[in-house]
């Protein structure tokens, strides 16, 4: 388990942009997988996106062409940049280290931090 610290959610209309942040306790984030998932309330963890280098990122179709992921190995943070949001990314999102491939999905027992709340109105 390597914990995270997840900020930068709000409460935005429909169409805004909001930028995560996922500050990594370790020195050696370079070392790491990083995705985001996210949980809406009554629903199951979903993947969102990840990155374990520039060239290997990869999206679920929901956020495509809309989400970016990135990081900053000397900040220690993993960011995601959400833009013309939705009401159906209203979620608690929270960030994880990953196996990055197309289709990931969050390790089994997963122990979620606290997440950041995205809110969406229409």
């Known amino acids: 388990h390597l914990p995270f610290v997840e900020s930068g959610g709000g409460l935005v209309q429909a169409g805004g942009s909001l930028r995560l942040s996922c500050v990594a306790s370790?020195?050696?984030?370079?070392?790491?997988?990083v995705g985001w998932f996210r949980q809406a309330p009554g629903k199951e963890v979903e993947s969102v996106a990840c990155e374990s280098s520039p060239e290997d990122i990869y999206y679920v179709d929901a956020v495509k062409g809309r989400f970016t992921i990135s990081r900053d190995n000397a900040k220690k943070t993993v960011y995601l940049e959400m833009k013309n949001l939705k009401p159906e990314d209203t979620a608690v999102y929270h960030c994880?280290?990953?196996?990055?491939?197309?289709?990931?999905?969050?390790?089994?027992?997963?122990?979620w931090g606290q997440g950041t709340q995205v809110t969406v109105s229409s």
């Open positions: 994880a280290e990953t196996v990055c491939y197309s289709g990931f999905k969050p390790y089994k027992g997963e122990a």
């Open positions: 370790t020195p050696h984030l370079d070392y790491y997988a």
